[in-house]
C-alpha cells in the first residue's frame, strides 16, 4: 500500500491573477507546475514523498513569481517548505526553499562532475542524520536532512540548467 507512487496532486488552492500580470489557470496543458514536497509520515516511510502541484504556468517567470507569492503568503511562522517549478515532463527546472515569508532560490549544478559532487555530499549529509537521530539529536538530524534537501533543489534537469542559471541571473 504505501510503496505505490503518489500522483501529483492538484492543490484546492483558488486561482487568481499573477501580480505581473499574467492569469493563472488550472488548465494541466500549460507547462509549468509549481510544486511542493508533500511529506506525509506514509510518503516519508515509502519513499514516495511526491510533489503536490500548486498552480500551472504558461511561462517559467510566471511560475517564479507565484513561487514568491505562495512564500508570502505562509508569513514568517510558516514551517519551512520545498517549492519547485516542474515541466510538462516533470522535469526539474528550479527548486527553491521557502521560509520567513521569503524565497531562496537554489541554484542548479552546472555540469555532470558537479551534479555527482552534490549527489555525493547529500548522501553524506543524510548519513550523518541518520547517525544523529540514533544519538538522540532530532534537530541536528533535522538541519543535517535539510541541507541534504537543498543540495537535492540544484540537481536541475541537464535541459534546463543553462536556461535556469540564466532565469535567476537576470531574477537578481
Not at 36 to 52: C, D, F
Not at 85 to 113: E, T, Y
Not at 119 to 139: D, K, S
Not at 143 to 155: G, I, K, N, V
Amino acid at each position: 500500500m504505501f510503496d505505490l507512487p503518489l500522483p501529483l496532486q492538484p492543490s484546492p488552492r483558488p486561482m487568481g491573477p499573477v501580480a505581473n500580470g499574467g492569469t493563472v489557470a488550472s488548465d494541466p496543458s500549460l507547462p509549468f507546475a509549481l510544486t511542493r514536497i508533500h511529506r506525509t509520515p506514509a510518503a516519508l516511510m515509502s519513499g514516495t514523498a511526491a510533489p503536490v502541484v500548486v498552480e500551472r504556468f504558461a511561462t517559467l517567470a510566471d511560475a517564479m513569481q507565484g513561487a514568491f507569492e505562495l512564500a508570502e503568503e505562509n508569513g514568517p511562522d510558516a514551517a519551512p517548505q520545498f517549492l519547485a517549478i516542474l515541466d510538462c515532463d516533470q522535469r526539474l527546472v528550479l527548486a527553491g526553499a521557502a521560509s520567513h515569508g521569503a524565497l531562496a532560490w537554489c541554484h542548479p549544478v552546472a555540469n555532470a562532475l558537479e551534479a555527482r559532487a552534490v549527489v555525493t555530499e547529500a548522501v553524506q549529509l543524510r548519513a550523518q542524520a541518520g547517525r544523529a537521530a540514533n544519538w538522540h539529536e532530532p534537530e541536528l538530524a533535522q538541519r543535517l536532512r535539510h541541507r541534504a534537501d537543498l543540495l537535492d533543489a540544484r540537481l536541475v534537469d541537464p535541459l534546463w540548467r543553462a536556461f535556469a542559471a540564466r532565469a535567476l541571473q537576470i531574477a537578481a
